[in-house]
């Protein structure tokens, strides 16, 4: 019968559209095969098109298979604009695979992120030691006011400070 029916006039497609249009996916097609076939529509009749002869085939062979549906179908399918029609369980499963998906990016940038701060430490305490050996006296000094700041941040340190300061009379 075809994927467009007897009743359809037939379009006129270019030859490499006939031969994307002749692996149409069975009813016995996995997941798998029916992002591939995706994939190769896309190439034949761009997105929009693609998308058109995808969800009509779906409708016809696919959602007779439990095998051809998968979150990672689904979730390639959402990319490309078409949402399927789902049953509860797989709509549950769809559900959690975006949401672990989105989690998966959120570390993804923590690790980036640590890099980066990793990264910073490092050249910071480069420098630091730069200084250390190019220029001893300076680094003394800077190192004397640093040790002090951080003494009078802490409670101890400003006691110990008041007590060594004699006050005005």
């Not at 009749?45 to 998308?51: L, S």
């Not at 200084?131 to 009078?152: C, F, R, S, W």
Request: overall charge positive; glycine content about 12%.
């Amino acid at each position: 019968m075809g994927l467009f029916g007897q009743n359809t006039a037939s379009p006129n497609f270019s030859t490499q559209q006939r031969l994307c249009l002749a692996s149409v996916p069975t009813t016995n097609t996995t997941a798998g095969g029916w992002q591939q076939w995706h994939q190769s529509l896309v190439k034949c009749f761009g997105r929009a098109g693609a998308n058109d002869v995808w969800t009509i085939a779906w409708e016809r062979y696919g959602r007779r298979n439990p095998n051809a549906f998968s979150t990672s179908l689904a979730q390639y399918m959402q990319g490309q604009g078409v949402t399927l029609t789902t049953s509860g369980g797989e709509s549950l499963a769809l559900a959690g695979a975006n949401f672990m998906s989105s989690v998966g990016g959120y570390f993804n940038f923590m690790k980036i992120l640590n890099i980066v701060v990793v990264g910073g430490i490092a050249v910071g305490f480069l420098m630091l030691l730069y200084n250390l050996i190019m220029n001893p006296d300076k680094a003394k000094k800077t190192l004397g006011v640093v040790t002090e700041g951080a003494m009078l941040a802490t409670p101890a340190g400003r006691v110990a400070s008041v007590g060594t300061k004699s006050l005005p009379k």
